[in-house]
């Protein structure tokens, strides 16, 4: 997609380096529009919740918000009364700057826990962040959000409703401590639908348990992901419950597409392989298998080895917490047959099963012929450099 | 401790190579009671279960046994019917040479999932392993058992009962695929106490609950996990409701010991690590919080990189489905307090903690100053050989 598409009526976003990061990469990113947007959030459900969390809730309350300013670097999570005073200091930085209230900034932070975020290096580049800010901007931004990342992730769409255009430009960030209940990563999207934030709320929460919910890099979950929109409602084009399905599908689609993003830049990451389950007795018992097998490591290790070693996917299913009869239990590798009735197909099956973990993507299907229930998450391998970037992450 | 004290009165061990690995390392074992023996097991609950475990449960059900006939190199697990007439004609083979019935012989394997198992190589090299039998016997068998392992694992205690000396030697087997619920580890007891199978089998639940199930390496269960006790009553030391304690006590101290190596030997550890949780609401979040905190791939990365990562930690424990409020939390390495009450205690706090880090075992330990629940897992750090000995295991 071509860069110059990546705007949103009545929307400017920025990104800069302000000193944050040791390395000098860009660390603060802001989005503005133009108007007051009716706004909507999904955030972290891990028991412990950054600053910038609570603070963002708090704001959202209101249903409505007209910037999001947001740092790298430092999650600025565990860092007491100080780090919610740091949020806001945030906040009311950008407000000022932007000349509108404190209340209509939101406010997320993503990096290291437990240190105390520079505020004045980010109050310091207030002014210049504004100055840059621009409606082809999202690059930039995406750039500033990024932590073990190795590359920008940003989406764009455009649809229509009643014959007006409208469209939705997303960034996120990811690229580790991700699993469903959506670890450690960001997303912002900005729409110039117009949309009522109880609606947004409804959309983003389905949206989101459809995409960002469906995937895995390490099973383990963050203290500071957020996933926000703002809708401006430039273009006249107006979402309810007649277009809602319109405006919910095109979100799912860029979602999608962002979720996938984050799996391939998975920390380390070699493949990506969509974990399926069909079949099963119920969508829960569903959802546990795939759940367990897109973060066994031992079967993520196999993944990158290319080892056809379906013993370690049955083994993990086995102890997912759901029911189902062993001896039932196909196994395919894309459209090859590995195990049949809880048995393994032989060397012919292997053969051709290696050459598809060979891909740098493919589907691990299992499916218990048992019932009608079923779920999908999207995972990658776990290699070497998982480890060695984990291993050195703060130094 | 010496090598000529692993022996127990009227049992004797063997082990030697078959055939079964591609490598010739030793692949076969087994041992035998001079007399009919107690017997208890208690062993995986993965819902999928190897061969030999099923006709291991059925040959216990008598409470007896007097043999156990064990490989490495195939796991003969998902192998449908012919899995379970090879595990049934390892036992038959071992009973002719033997001179028994094949019910007083109990049976398990280890290694890799789904394939056939070459039960004839099993079968030719009975009448060798017969006629190795000795009394020292035990370090051949623990050297028979490995599949990851580095080294054999073996351990003896000798104890006293009203004045009567009796002892227990026991072998195990883990090295990766461990957790709670007793993933691919075997371990072998046998003791020359008299005991009923029913008090047997209540104290070895007991033992496990304390010991192997409270250790993990990374998180995954296994198809074949047995633990096995046989008793022949050879000493005369009686065990009943007012001695068992002794006996209880001393086999809770074999296999914390034994549970130990196999953490020490996990697969591509360098770090021993104790997660000890206090002061939760109540035993089970307890538990659920070690046990998050000890599974993590990012508290575990960070060990190895020797990084006090205590955000991490703190951040696991959040997603672990226990109740606390993050406000009470003190983390401590060993004696260094580095969390107080949710917030770090700073950058000498923090060096002090690295030189914990850096060195082989120490304890992470989260107080949450608000109940009495307690408990305590052994992990080990998670490595680039980790990643590498479980990406080309079957090759």
Redesign the interface.
């Known amino acids: 997609m071509h860069v110059s598409k990546m705007v949103c009526q009545g929307f400017r976003a920025a990104g800069l380096a302000c000193g944050i990061k040791k390395n000098g990469n860009p660390d603060l990113g802001l989005i503005v529009s133009d108007g007051l947007c009716q706004a909507a959030g999904v955030f972290t ?5 950054a600053a910038p969390v609570k603070v963002c809730r708090r704001h959202l309350e209101t249903g409505t918000g007209q910037a999001i300013i947001v740092n790298s670097g430092n ?1 600025n ?4 009364k100080q780090g919610e005073q740091d949020a806001l200091r945030m906040c009311s930085a950008a407000a000022s700057e932007l000349g509108m209230e404190p209340g209509r900034i939101l406010v997320a932070s993503t990096g ?4 105390p975020l520079p505020v004045d290096r980010i109050a310091g580049a207030m002014p210049g962040l504004v100055k840059s800010l621009a409606p082809d901007g999202f690059r930039d931004l995406a750039r500033a959000i990024m932590t073990t990342d190795t590359r920008p992730k940003i989406g764009w769409r455009r649809g229509r409703i009643e014959g007006r255009p409208f469209s939705v430009v997303a960034v996120a960030k990811g690229a ?2 991700i699993r469903p ?1 959506m ?1 450690t990563m960001l997303c912002f999207a900005c729409t110039d639908a117009e949309i009522d934030s109880a609606l947004l709320q409804q959309v983003l929460l389905t949206v989101v348990n459809r995409t960002f919910n469906r995937i895995t890099i ?6 500071n992901d957020s996933v926000l929109v703002m809708a401006n409602g430039f273009s006249g084009a107006r979402v309810d419950d007649q277009s809602r399905a319109i405006f919910q599908d095109l979100l799912t689609d860029l979602f999608a597409d962002l979720a996938m993003e984050l799996v391939k830049d998975g920390e380390g990451a070699t493949k990506v392989v969509r974990v399926e389950v069909v079949g099963a007795a119920n969508d829960e018992d569903a959802r546990m298998i795939a759940d367990t097998v897109a973060n ?3 079967v993520k ?2 993944f ?2 290319q ?1 056809a ?4 996917i ?6 997912s917490g ?3 009869d ?2 039932r239990v196909d196994i395919f590798f894309d459209r090859v047959k590995m ?1 049949n ?4 197909c032989g060397q012919d099956a292997e053969e051709k099963a290696t050459a598809v973990l060979h891909q740098p993507e493919f589907t691990v299907k299992l499916d218990f012929n048992q019932g009608s229930g079923h779920w999908s998450i999207l995972t990658c391998d ?3 450099d ?3 970037i ?6």
Do not use: H
């Open positions: 459900r891990n028991l412990v919740q999650a999570c565990c860092t007491g290291v826990i437990g240190e580790g401590m209940d670890a390490d099973g383990d979950t963050s203290t066994s490591p031992l290790t196999a990158f080895g080892d070693n379906w013993g370690r049955i083994g993990a299913a086995g102890r759901a029911g189902f062993p001896d195990v009735q809880g048995v393994g776990l290699s070497v998982y480890v060695k984990n291993a050195d992450y703060r130094s």
